[in-house]
């Protein structure tokens, strides 16, 4: 039986990835900032000695490099986390006998403002223009150079938007979803919102975890392999599909203050490389995402969680 180490098992994708691979036979241990479940091991990539404890007790086949800062105040902070925390992992990794896979899990952000208006192939330019496309910009380079310049068998995961059960209501379309679900439960009749305009790529959570999954068995050490739908949708589209699901008449107000800085106006990849090197293909249609998010939310109202809190 193969084995497998998720760092960030306990988050959004870590979960999902973590029933993927359960159903395709792997062996699965995490590492975590917080206890989640079985085989799961406690600590900060900040801590070496923790990521070593690890990586010798599991002698994991592949490691899925999902643990890092997304959002934050301090700019540092992505750097310490998403750079200098990826360091120790290759670090601990590198000491072992036989040495694992590793899909490093980036982000569509390092792309950044992109000129053409096609889709973003993985041989598209970097421009990341946030503090956090950065960190993951210089993650991909110091992760790929464990493979170039030691052999280590580093594959680059591009995430583009996720949507699916368990998000985080950071992310605009899980904040309408928890909004909608609040407002049927409250005299609450209005959803706020942010920019409506931008388009983007959305890919169900579930179906990144099955990229994932064969990125681990059939993609080329050293590449970097774009995971998305290949379609480009506004956030407005996004907004009515959900508001129409809703159980009661809602409207919706922009906000101008909920703008975000250095907003990209379109972002659509293609799929077409990870789709060769797989057979890979988006299987759950947006629609079906919103509907599973909504759901998902109304579930989480019920039972009266915390906004950042999933169960």
């Not at 790529?201 to 059939?218: I, P, S």
Request: with cysteine; proline share 5%.
């Amino acid at each position: 039986m193969k084995s497998a180490l998720i760092t960030g098992i306990s988050g959004f994708v870590g979960r999902h990835l973590r029933e993927e691979l359960l159903r395709e036979g792997w062996r699965v241990f995490g590492f975590d900032l917080r206890p989640a479940g079985e085989n799961v091991f406690v600590g900060d990539l900040s801590d070496r000695a923790a990521l070593t404890r690890a990586v010798a007790d599991c002698q994991p086949d592949a490691v899925f490099h999902l643990a890092g800062m997304i959002k934050s105040q301090d700019p540092q902070a992505y750097y310490e986390s998403n750079l200098f925390g990826t360091l120790n992992l290759l670090d601990a990794l590198m000491q072992m006998e036989k040495r694992p896979k590793v899909i490093l899990a980036s982000s569509s952000a390092v792309y950044g403002l992109t000129k053409s208006p096609r889709p973003i192939t993985e041989r598209s330019p970097l421009r990341p223009v946030t503090e956090y496309a950065v960190s993951k910009a210089a993650q991909e380079a110091a992760s790929l150079r464990y493979h170039y310049a030691f052999g280590l068998d580093v594959v680059v995961a591009r995430m583009f938007n996720l949507l699916g059960p368990g998000q985080s209501p950071d992310l605009a379309c899980s904040a309408f979803a928890r909004q909608i679900a609040l407002a049927e439960v409250s005299d609450q009749n209005e959803i706020v919102t942010g920019n409506l305009d931008a388009k983007r790529d959305f890919v169900d959570v579930r179906d990144a975890a099955r990229a994932f999954a064969l990125l681990a068995e059939k993609s080329k050490a050293g590449q970097s392999y774009n995971i998305c739908s290949g379609k480009a949708v506004t956030i407005q589209r996004c907004l009515s599909k959900m508001m129409s699901k809703s159980k009661k008449q809602l409207s919706a107000r922009v906000d101008p203050a909920r703008a975000q800085k250095n907003d990209i106006p379109m972002q659509v990849g293609s799929f077409e490389k990870l789709k060769k090197a797989t057979g890979w293909n988006p299987r759950i249609a947006l629609n079906q995402s919103l509907s599973d998010l909504l759901d998902d939310w109304r579930k989480r109202t019920r039972r009266g969680d915390p906004p950042g809190e999933i169960k």
